[in-house]
């Protein structure tokens, strides 16, 4: 993932809070995961807006961690959600 690239939810993917689990989980048609905190902030950043870099000095601002250490775990977890289908990503 570059800090160019704009990750989006596709259609039918959403975040939600389950009551039930007492959890964020991130939602798509006839799947679900279930986020920790990191992958829950990651996510609530994820406006299909603004772009990888973008996200990544918000969290490194919020959480003051170096930019680099978030967008090096950031990509990771975005890459996966991709490989998943739980994540586009327009250039």
């Not at 950043?45 to 090096?72: C, H, W």
């Amino acid at each position: 993932m570059t800090p160019e690239d704009i990750p989006t939810l596709p259609r039918g993917v959403r975040l939600h809070f389950d009551r039930v689990r007492e959890a964020w989980v991130l939602l798509a048609p006839e799947r679900a995961i279930t986020l920790d905190a990191t992958g829950h902030a990651i996510l609530s950043e994820v406006d299909g807006a603004r772009s990888f870099g973008e996200i990544t000095q918000t969290l490194a601002e919020r959480y003051n961690t170096p930019p680099e250490q978030i967008a090096t775990d950031s990509a990771g977890f975005l890459d996966a959600l991709r490989a998943r289908r739980f994540l586009d990503v327009r250039p």
